[in-house]
């Protein structure tokens, strides 16, 4: 059950078939990646807190007992703190990150879903708190002050709430019913660039755009997903000029369409985990793709539990800037959702998100009656096919 991790610490939950690997972009012949997203020139300085290789070392040195660090015995930690258990309590080398459990079932998730090309070979996964805190470390990790973010024209706020602080310029590129218009995009890049794009993604030059910022399935504010020709069309462009793609796609399983179409919209009508919708990163043949997955709209914001994957470098670095941020995820969130995962099961978790999507596909519905009768003449709308 890739649901229920039975040891959050070491095991590795079995996964039925994985999907299908994208056949429209075959992998190169070495499944090796063509392309490395560039590093910001602060991800270059974001160095390890040297107290954390004395920690490691220590514990290395069988015997040793640390008189180093402000690591409290879990001895003295309150009764409830104790019951969690030292491992997700304490500082540890892998909080930063999401203990190896949960990093591993992360790893099942995504390849049943999102199937990588290439697999994990130059990738890897960690835990975020979320894709807010996933967005903010990814601009600060690959782009520099000054750069441009490209985003959609009515793109989500929190992205310019995250990248505009840190001094990046975020540029909105014209979108239809359909989400962003790739030629939009291609012209929004060779405005800035004038005309001198690069195919290899090694230009770093000062205010060259590197990241493009797409939420793919039930955009927010529009309610837009892109199909999938689209999607094919703007990983185009986005290899013609060299862009990592920041796919922030926290509604994918949110999908309020039937299986048969007039269907009453009862849970058991609904697509559960089945039918999950073709992600960037289910096509991503060069490596471009930095993926953000959020619990936040499938089981509750309070969780703050999310992950991303990445080509290695990226998750090297991110591991560091975590360490150096907040030191470790929080150890309460993670056992919350360990138990959650272990209350659900497989199966729990695709009746979840029939109910789920039966509930938002109702309201939809709700509001797409009232629209028709209170604003017919005075404005346009396009029913959304995913989103909440
Ligand atoms: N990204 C988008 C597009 C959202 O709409 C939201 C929440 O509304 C978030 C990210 C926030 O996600 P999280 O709770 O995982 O930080």
């Known amino acids: 059950a890739f649901l229920a991790p039975g040891n959050p610490f070491g095991s590795t939950p079995t996964l039925s078939a994985p999907r299908q690997r994208s056949a429209a972009m075959p992998d190169s012949e070495d499944g090796a990646h063509r392309f490395e997203p560039p590093l910001s020139t602060m991800a270059a300085s974001v160095v390890r807190n040297p107290i954390r290789k004395v920690m490691l070392k220590m514990k290395a040195t069988p015997g040793c007992i640390s008189l180093a660090g402000g690591r409290p015995p879990a001895c003295v930690f309150p009764a409830r703190a104790r019951e969690v258990g030292e491992d997700l309590m304490n500082y540890g080398p892998q909080l930063a990150v999401g203990t190896d459990g949960l990093r591993e079932w992360a790893r099942e998730f995504v390849d049943k879903f999102h199937a990588p090309p290439g697999g994990w070979k130059g990738r890897d996964v960690l835990l975020t708190s979320g894709n807010t805190d996933g967005m903010t470390k990814a601009v600060m990790l690959l782009s520099d002050p000054g750069d441009y973010v490209i985003a959609d024209e009515v793109t989500y706020p929190g992205i310019t709430a995250s990248a505009v602080p840190l001094g990046r310029r975020v540029l909105g590129v014209r979108m239809d019913a359909d989400g962003m218009v ?207």
């Open 182 to 388: 790739p030629d939009a995009l291609a012209a929004a890049v060779e405005g800035i660039c004038g005309g001198g794009g690069s195919t290899a993604g090694t230009d770093v030059s000062a205010g060259r755009p590197r990241l493009l910022y797409l939420t793919p399935h039930g955009q927010n504010p529009t309610g837009a997903t892109l199909p999938n020709a689209r999607k094919e069309a703007l990983y185009a462009v986005a290899r013609r000029f060299g862009l990592t793609i920041l796919e922030d796609d926290p509604y994918y399983f949110l999908n309020l369409t039937p299986r048969e179409p007039g269907a009453p919209l009862e849970p058991g009508d609904m697509r559960g985990i089945g039918d999950a919708p073709k992600s960037f990163l289910s096509m991503d043949t060069d490596g471009r793709v930095v993926r953000l997955d959020s619990v936040s709209k499938v089981f509750a914001p309070g969780y703050r539990i999310g992950w991303v994957t990445a080509g290695k470098a990226v998750i090297d670095k991110w591991a560091v800037l975590g360490e150096v941020l907040t030191w470790s995820l929080s150890g309460v969130q993670q056992s919350a959702f360990l138990a959650l995962l272990q209350d659900l099961g497989t199966d729990g978790f695709d009746e979840h998100l029939k109910q789920l999507q039966s509930d938002y596909a109702r309201r939809c519905a709700f509001l797409v009656k009232a629209c028709d009768r209170h604003l017919q003449g005075l404005c346009t709308w396009r029913v959304p096919d995913f989103g909440m």
